[in-house]
């Protein structure tokens, strides 16, 4: 987290962050977090009052507790967007089958609570996917990226009239390995570029997200897409 984009961003003084170890809250020689489950089953799970001590040290009124797990809403970059207009986050990174289930009904009624995932597959534990959420919503604090306009153009930004993703992309040189860059690219002509770029984003979700394309809004498509 201090290197890299994060880094820069905690030096610049844009953003800040800390890094707790749930043992720290825990009172016995093995500095317990976790046992095993109440109707039996595999795997271990979270104990409640490990993270209730933690928390209640941490957590601020302003905060919300974002809460890793595959079972968690999906990550987007909506909810990136909103989270980054937080002003404190807190992540609470279960290992094993996941935290007691109380700790996040416990502190519903106290501050925001969000159990998110970011994709259908099974991390072993919850800290990779926060760095992923961290990095994506770092990037969206005004003064993190040098360029505010690339945050605008990414393939998933709010405030694009519909979601495609972003079609393929060049630099020189202009011939390499016997493939050169699209002649429309070199043509100097603003709008067909702009058109041949999204017509390649069409072609590109059409192939790769058809998700993506069965939920555009048909107010956003203009006469060239439709024929598309
Ligand atoms: Cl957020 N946590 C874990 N442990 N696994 C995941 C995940 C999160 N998202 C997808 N798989």
């Known amino acids: ?8 961003a905690s030096d610049k003084g844009l953003l800040s962050f800390g890094v707790h170890d749930l043992r720290d809250w825990t009172y016995d020689r093995h500095r317990t977090v976790d046992d095993t489950p109440y109707g039996g089953g595999p795997g271990m799970v979270m104990k409640p009052s490990p993270w209730g001590e933690a928390l209640d040290d941490v957590l601020t009124p302003s905060a919300r507790l974002v809460v890793p797990t595959p079972s968690g809403r999906p990550f987007t970059q909506a909810v990136a967007a909103e989270m980054a207009a ?9 290992r094993y089958e996941g935290i007691d289930s109380r700790v996040m ?3 519903a009624p106290l501050v925001r609570v969000d159990e998110v995932s970011i994709g259908d597959y099974v991390l072993a534990g919850g800290e990779v996917a926060v760095l992923v959420m961290i ?5 969206l604090v005004p003064g993190v990226l040098g360029n505010f306009e690339s945050v605008t153009d990414d393939s998933f930004a709010p405030g694009r009239m519909e979601t495609l993703v972003e079609g393929p992309v ?7 390995r016997g493939q050169a860059v699209p002649d429309v690219l070199m043509s100097g002509h603003h709008g067909r570029i702009a058109r041949w770029r999204r017509d390649e984003a069409f072609r590109r979700t059409a192939a790769l997200r058809p998700d993506l394309l069965a939920r555009l809004d048909p107010a956003g498509l203009d006469k060239h897409d439709r024929k598309l």
């Open 1 to 8: 987290m201090s290197a890299s984009l994060l880094g820069k």
């Open 86 to 94: 937080g002003d404190h986050l807190v992540f609470a990174c279960g």
């Open 105 to 107: 009904r416990h502190y």
């Open 135 to 139: 990095e994506a919503i770092s990037r």
């Open 170 to 176: 060049f630099t020189k040189p202009r011939d390499w």
